[in-house]
């Protein structure tokens, strides 16, 4: 037997076992329904998870906590997945740079079977364990880092492996799964299982086990840089003004928080090269770009500390 793979001998209990390939009754004359009635029972499963994600949270909020002090200290945040939620990961970490503007590699995803899995399925990928733990050490992981393990049915080897190496590098691991008692929960630091149940065609965890994982990658990403400073209240101050909606956006924020008129906003954009938080300081305090940057770089990066430090 390969030692990288399961045991097929036990792995066909375990994987009977799961909830994620649970068979739920309720659903056996799925084929049978008209599309209005697979859409009403896709929307009333779909229902149910956001309650599920709120049962959770007392896992979900330790773990964004521990995940913003890495990342305050310079870590990096890294998912690591297989199919579905390796591609969850990819999605999350390609929307942080638009956003919120972060540098390269802050927040970044593995995928077993690597970049061409988001396209076609590399489904046995999953399987190799150390294929995980390998490309932990090819991303350099370290002390400072924290690394996501996402599988649905909280057993898939790459990523089991990949957090294993990871935590043994000194690095935060945390699992999110949706199965109870799951081997990713005991390979990491902080798991979270968010139990959805089965799904309308068995074993599709695309469904409902997705839409929980992406509703927790939101929370993760989006609290970790709301922590970071990367917002003023609700309003996306570094965001990257790289057409003209987003242009428009970066001119009402600066608006909205110094009370400027349109085209001092504009005009203190430009002057700082399009940095929402710099030209904020320069029409609120009356600063040069040079002295609102400084300022800036002073607090840290964080736009309400320097207002309020004035």
Request: proline share 5%; glycine share 8%.
């Amino acid at each position: 037997m390969n030692p990288q793979m399961p045991d097929e001998s036990n792995d066909v209990a375990e994987l009977s076992a799961l909830l994620t390939e649970s068979v739920d009754p309720r659903y056996a004359n799925l084929d049978r329904l008209s599309v209005a009635g697979l859409a009403d029972l896709m929307n009333d499963a779909d229902r149910t998870v956001p309650e599920a994600v709120r049962a959770a949270l007392p896992q979900i909020v330790p773990a964004i906590e521990a995940i913003s002090q890495r990342m305050a200290a310079g870590g990096r945040l890294v998912y690591v997945g297989a199919g579905t939620a390796g591609r969850l990961g990819m999605l999350d970490a390609s929307e942080c740079p638009p956003t919120f503007n972060t540098p390269p590699g802050q927040v970044s995803a593995i995928i077993a079977g690597g970049p061409q899995a988001l396209i076609t399925a590399v489904e046995g990928a999953e399987d190799d364990s150390s294929a995980g733990a390998a490309a932990i050490d090819a991303a350099g992981i370290g002390v400072l880092d924290a690394v996501v393990g996402i599988a649905a049915s909280g057993r898939t080897p790459y990523v089991v492996g990949a957090v294993a190496r990871a935590r043994q590098l000194g690095a935060l691991t945390v699992g999110l799964s949706c199965h109870a008692q799951a081997a990713l929960s005991h390979a990491v630091d902080l798991p979270i299982e968010v139990l959805v149940g089965p799904e309308i065609i068995s074993g599709s965890t695309r469904l409902k086990s997705g839409t929980a994982q992406k509703l927790v990658l939101n929370m993760i990403s989006t609290i970790a840089m709301v922590r970071m400073g990367k917002t003023y209240g609700n309003l996306m101050i570094d965001v990257r003004a790289t057409n003209h909606k987003l242009r428009e956006r970066a001119r009402r924020i600066v608006q909205q928080i110094s009370s400027a008129s349109r085209d001092e906003a504009a005009a203190a954009l430009d002057a700082s090269g399009n940095d929402i938080r710099v030209a904020v300081l320069m029409l609120a305090l009356h600063e040069s770009v040079d002295r609102a940057a400084a300022r800036l770089r002073d607090a840290g990066g964080n736009l309400r500390t320097a207002l309020e430090a004035h």
